[in-house]
C-alpha cells in the first residue's frame, strides 16, 4: 500500500522561502502522477501544481505561478514543492497526492493522500 509522509512545513514571515517534501513508501510499481494541494480553513481544497513522471512541464496554480516549484526525485520516491515569495494567502494546510490514473491527474481527484503539513506566513 502506498503512503505518503509530508514534511517541511513550518512558520514564515512574508516573502520568506519554505521546501515542502514528500516521500512515498510501500510499493513496487509506482504512482504516474503527483500533486500538491493546499486547503485553508473554511476553504475549499485548492490544486496548487501537478507533475507527471518524466514530463518537463509542470501544471501550477495562476496564483503561485513564478514563486512555486515542483520537483521529483525518483531515486529518492520524493516530491519537492519549492515556494518563494511567500504570501500571508499562502496559509494552509499542504497535501501532497498520487494516482496511476492520467483522467484522475487532469481533474485533480487522486486517490493517495498525505496527512499534511502546515505552513503559516506572516505578514
Known amino acids: 500500500q502506498v503512503q505518503l509522509v509530508e514534511s517541511g512545513g513550518g512558520s514564515v514571515q512574508a516573502g520568506g522561502s519554505l521546501r515542502l517534501s514528500c516521500a512515498a513508501f510501500?510499493?513496487?510499481?509506482?504512482?504516474?502522477?503527483w500533486g500538491w494541494f493546499r486547503q485553508a480553513p473554511g476553504k475549499e481544497r485548492e490544486g496548487v501544481a501537478r507533475?507527471?513522471?518524466?514530463?518537463?512541464?509542470?501544471v501550477y496554480a495562476d496564483s503561485v505561478k513564478g514563486r512555486f516549484t515542483v520537483s521529483q526525485d525518483n531515486a529518492k520516491n520524493t516530491l519537492y514543492l519549492q515556494m518563494n515569495s511567500l504570501k500571508p494567502e499562502d496559509t494552509a494546510m499542504y497535501y501532497c497526492?498520487?494516482?496511476?490514473?492520467?483522467?484522475?491527474?487532469?481533474?485533480?481527484?487522486?486517490?493517495?493522500w498525505g496527512q499534511g503539513t502546515q505552513v503559516t506566513v506572516s505578514s
Open positions: 510501500g510499493y513496487s510499481y509506482g504512482p504516474t502522477y
Open positions: 507533475i507527471w513522471s518524466g514530463s518537463a512541464t509542470p
Open positions: 497526492a498520487a494516482d496511476w490514473d492520467p483522467a484522475r491527474f487532469a481533474s485533480g481527484d487522486f486517490r493517495i
